[in-house]
């Protein structure tokens, strides 16, 4: 979660919502990502996205089923949908999204992916009040 959080500041320096992603198979680190909607002028460059691109393309893969996804802020409903299509193992993450998090809908991922929250979300989720009390000011 470290090195999502460290993606997530990424972003917050590019003035993207600040959420990073890490993808981890075997104890590895196989893929990095953060949001990046507004330098891609894209609406599906969300964190998780990203990575799970990268992690698939680095596995030869569309599947995922032996990694764990660490995303700083619960995942939308889009991310989690791809989530479930990915057949992830594991998804961890930060801080809860009560908005737009996936799970105001419903579980979206699939059957067999653990889920975990939780982890940093302190640190997470004040850096996503950071980001948005400078969007106010």
Known sequence: MKEAYKQATYAFEEDEIPIGAVIVCNNRI???????TEKLNDV???????????????LGNKYLHDCTLYV???????CAGASYWAQLKRVVFGTTEPKRGYRRVGNLLHP?????????ADECAALMASFFANKRN
Do not use: R
């Open 30 to 36: 196989i893929a990095k990502a953060y949001n990046q």
């Open 44 to 58: 599906t460059a969300h964190a998780e996205m990203l990575a799970f691109t990268a992690a698939s393309e680095y």
């Open 72 to 78: 700083t802020v619960e995942p939308c409903v889009m």
């Open 112 to 120: 067999k992916t653990e889920m975990v929250s939780g982890i940093m």
